[in-house]
């Protein structure tokens, strides 16, 4: 769908997921993440950047795996994770939106939930990239988790705990030669209503990630 039908739809509070090819799974069970690979940490900073041009090759579970446990998973005993948060709140949810469904990323068990049979991609942004490339992500932050930090600073604080998340996605695409980029330019409420949120979570950022383009 073009950037500009999405507009519209969006002006109008119609910008809606398509229905899915296949069955969505109720839950998928990651395979483990391999902690040991990667490419240099200073090799994949130098090959960091941001790309709009996906092919539509899906991204292979182990990959997924790896990916989603680079952004946020649990790196150590305790619960604790890849990514920084305030007062160890853990408040963002990452959200994966596949061909088959929309699922929450549950980094305890390392598997994701089904939230939504629907494939809602092209609603997670107004660039037309995002409908056809296999994964966007979504950061939403549960503001219910976030009682110790003051009122006022509770978007601010969430907002760069999901900025640390999508560094990660930028670092392990980079390692992985993987294409993506963060996207704040995204309706919100469209998102929302699509995820099922309520009225404690905070939709703050998207993010594509795929195979480049050749
Ligand atoms: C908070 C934030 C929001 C952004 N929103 C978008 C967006 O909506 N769409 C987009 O294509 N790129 C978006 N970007 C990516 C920037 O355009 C990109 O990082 C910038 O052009 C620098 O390019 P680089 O990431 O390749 O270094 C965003 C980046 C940040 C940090």
Redesign the pocket.
């Known amino acids: 769908m073009s950037t500009l039908t999405k507009l519209a739809l969006g002006a109008m509070g119609q910008l809606r997921p398509r229905p899915t090819k296949g069955d969505a799974r109720k839950s998928i069970k990651l395979p483990a993440p391999d902690k040991t690979g990667g490419v240099p940490l200073m090799y994949a900073l130098a090959k ?5 041009e996906f092919a539509r090759k899906p991204l292979p579970l182990p990959v997924l795996s790896n990916l989603l446990w680079a952004a946020f998973g649990v790196n150590r005993r305790g619960g604790g994770r890849t990514a920084p948060s305030a007062l160890d709140a853990q408040e963002i949810d990452v959200y994966v939106a596949l061909p088959d469904g929309a699922y929450c990323y549950d980094a305890k068990t390392h598997a994701l939930r089904l939230v939504a049979a629907s494939d809602l991609r092209r609603v997670t ?3 037309d990239f995002v409908d056809d490339a296999p994964l966007d992500l979504v950061y939403v932050a549960d503001h219910a988790r976030m009682r110790m930090v003051p009122v006022g600073q509770r978007e601010s604080y969430a907002s760069a705990a999901a ?1 640390a998340i ?1 560094q990660n996605v ?1 670092l392990y695409s980079a390692s992985a030669g993987l294409a993506t ?6 309706d919100r409420s469209a998102i929302a209503d699509a995820l099922g949120l309520d009225h404690d979570q905070q939709v703050l ?2 993010q594509t990630v795929g195979y480049p383009k050749t």
């Open positions: 960091r950047r941001s790309s709009r942004g107004y660039q900025g999508a930028y980029v963060i996207r704040a330019w995204i950022l998207s």
